[in-house]
């Protein structure tokens, strides 16, 4: 079984600051992350992935995760905020080879001028 | 690309009325997945399509609800009768099956209000 933990429902940050949310998952064999944006009134949009090989990933829009096995997280970081950054997050795991994704509660990113 | 297109992007609708939401996914693709969004429960899979045919349709939540894919290019997901609790962001996606992982792609999602 597959579970995805987001800590941190609401994450405020001023702008130019560093953004880190955090997800840890649980799964019973090597899983497959990803981070979803979702702006307002929008769909998910991928930002980025892990699948095998390099632990530090990097996505769109200047953001980077690491897969961290020993301590099952796959936290996302941005060293600087901006306005547009502002959006949902959302955190999914799924077995390797399968389509189904398990996705976390999210976490809603607001950047302070 | 048109990318994922839903169908409508609103609905409002009274209790016991039947809902119909539909959903075209992009060209080509032959996976298809049907989600639903609530501040309560999150995004959860509710069912998925592989070449037009259900593969886990374990996240349905009732028989009041029911999806199909007739064809490559169209796929509904049906509410009968509705119920104020189906209230909720219903999101269409789809997937190309390939070597190695696969992305899906999200459309703008349906907000359905059922009074």
């Known amino acids: 079984a597959q579970s995805v933990t987001q800590l941190g429902s609401h994450v405020s940050v001023s702008e130019g600051a560093l953004v880190l949310l955090r997800c840890n998952y649980s799964s019973s064999v090597p899983p497959y992350l990803f981070w979803y944006v979702q702006y307002p009134n929008q769909g998910l949009q991928l930002l980025l992935k892990?699948?095998?090989?390099?632990?530090l990933v990097k996505g769109i829009n200047g953001f980077e995760a690491e897969f961290k096995k020993s301590e099952t997280s796959f936290h996302l970081t941005k060293p600087s905020a901006h306005m547009s950054d502002a959006a949902e997050y959302f955190c999914?795991?799924?077995?390797?080879?399968?389509?189904?994704?398990?996705f976390g509660t999210g976490t809603r990113l607001k950047v302070l001028a | 690309d048109a990318g994922v297109i839903q169908s409508p992007r609103h609905e409002v609708t009274e209790m016991g009325q039947e809902v119909t939401l539909r959903c075209k996914p992009i060209s080509g693709h032959d996976y298809l997945f049907w989600y639903r969004q609530t501040m309560m429960r999150g995004l959860e899979l509710l069912i998925y399509?592989?070449?037009?045919?259900?593969?886990?349709d374990s996240g349905m939540p009732e028989d009041r609800f029911s999806a199909k894919m007739p064809n490559a290019s169209f796929s509904t997901l049906k509410i009968q009768p509705s119920e104020p609790r189906d209230s909720a962001v219903y999101f269409c996606a789809s997937s190309l099956r390939g070597t190695g992982w696969k992305e899906q792609y999200f459309g703008p999602g349906t907000r359905l209000t059922v009074t």
């Open positions: 999914a795991v799924s077995a390797s080879g399968t389509y189904k994704y398990i």
């Open positions: 892990y699948t095998t090989g390099a632990t």
């Open positions: 399509f592989n070449n037009n045919v259900p593969i886990d």
